[in-house]
């Protein structure tokens, strides 16, 4: 008897603990899929953004991608780096940029199928993340889910120096407003991607929340911008377990419903024997 009081009594404290301790004390995370910037990889990207992760780590899992296309040599005539990628080519001579507009998107297709086929095995993921060209990406993957045109769906999505893709195919993808919730982050000062051009892209996203910072181009990870993704993550989260628990509980009234149903037809064939 005094056991259980006690579990009751220690549940009951449990469930009145504030929203930040509750959780803080959960395992579960959600699971982001991440793409980097142009001339960078997944594991560049992953090193740069070590800083965010700690910040982010309670309540999310990181996975990089690696685009599958090399970029072009930085001198003419010259070798590319290996390790210097490009999801797409925007421009005639097979290189990109993100101020271009009215060009091609040579290779994009391929991207996207290695992009969909990381979501669909090295998932279940539920958010999305990008950087420069990635965060361009990104933002053209939210709006194709919104159209169902492509297999990813992600819940939620962060843009860091993102923009809207210059490409004549890609200009379909911004026909309708994205509803899902979104971080866009972006430099005053950055002079490769301005601002300007990430405050037109965060313009086709309904739910959105804005980190500026006073630098360049760069994912900014410093303490003045670690509670902003604290609590960004942290309402990502609750709002993927609130999910979770829906789910549940729906598979359950199922499964009680088919064993009622099964019961109800099993009487059934006794009474007529």
């Not at 930040?20 to 740069?48: F, P, S, T, W």
């Not at 990181?62 to 990628?85: I, K, N, S, Y």
């Not at 965060?202 to 630098?215: D, M, Q, S, T």
């Not at 993550?233 to 149903?261: M, P």
Request: glycine share 10%; net charge negative; aromatic share 10%.
């Amino acid at each position: 008897m005094t056991n259980t009081s006690t579990a009751s009594s220690s549940s009951k404290a449990a469930s009145q603990k504030p929203k930040q301790q509750q959780l803080l004390e959960i395992k579960d995370k959600v699971k982001v899929l991440c793409l980097h910037g142009y001339r960078q990889n997944g594991d560049a990207l992953k090193n740069k953004l070590g800083s965010f992760r700690k910040f982010a780590g309670k309540y999310a899992e990181f996975v990089f991608l690696t685009a599958p296309h090399h970029a072009t040599p930085l001198e003419p005539g010259g070798e590319p780096v290996p390790d210097q990628r490009s999801w797409w080519a925007n421009k005639d001579d097979g290189s990109f940029k993100g101020t271009n507009k009215g060009g091609p998107a040579f290779g994009f297709q391929e991207s996207l199928r290695l992009v969909e086929e990381a979501w669909k095995t090295q998932g279940p993921f539920q958010g999305l993340l990008g950087f420069s060209q990635g965060a361009c990406f990104v933002g053209l993957l939210c709006g194709l889910a919104k159209k169902k045109l492509t297999t990813v769906r992600p819940d939620f999505a962060i843009l860091s120096s993102g923009f809207i893709s210059g490409s004549l195919v890609h200009k379909s993808a911004y026909e309708e407003t994205i509803t899902i919730p979104t971080l866009h982050i972006y430099g005053l000062s950055d002079d490769i991607i301005p601002k300007e051009m990430s405050q037109e892209l965060a313009a086709y996203f309904k739910n959105v929340e804005i980190l500026e910072h006073p630098g360049g181009h760069y994912f900014p990870a410093t303490a003045q911008q670690k509670q902003t993704y604290i609590n960004f993550f942290q309402d990502r989260l609750q709002e993927y377990l609130e999910n979770l628990e829906l789910q549940q509980s729906s598979n359950a009234s199922f499964i009680e419903e088919g064993v009622q149903e099964a019961t109800s037809n099993g009487s059934g064939s006794d009474d007529s024997n």
